[in-house]
């Protein structure tokens, strides 16, 4: 497993990224739909940590309940 320490972009913090072998990364455990990913493609230019991947995400989750 070929993992890569990165810094997110959006909190900086330092996590391991495993975007080759994709199943085995931790964000893979986050459920992202659809257009959250093309909210996350537009806004960010690499990866992010799971803590924002989620935080991303239960945001728009609550602007759309609103």
Do not use: W
């Amino acid at each position: 497993m070929m993992q890569t320490e990165k810094q997110c972009e959006r909190c900086g913090k330092i996590f391991c990224c495993n975007a080759a072998d994709i199943e085995h990364c931790e964000c893979s455990a986050v459920k992202i739909p659809g257009k959250e990913i093309e909210y996350i493609r537009m806004h960010y230019r690499d990866c992010l940590c799971v803590a924002c991947l989620r935080a991303i995400s239960e945001t728009l989750n609550a602007e759309r309940d609103e």
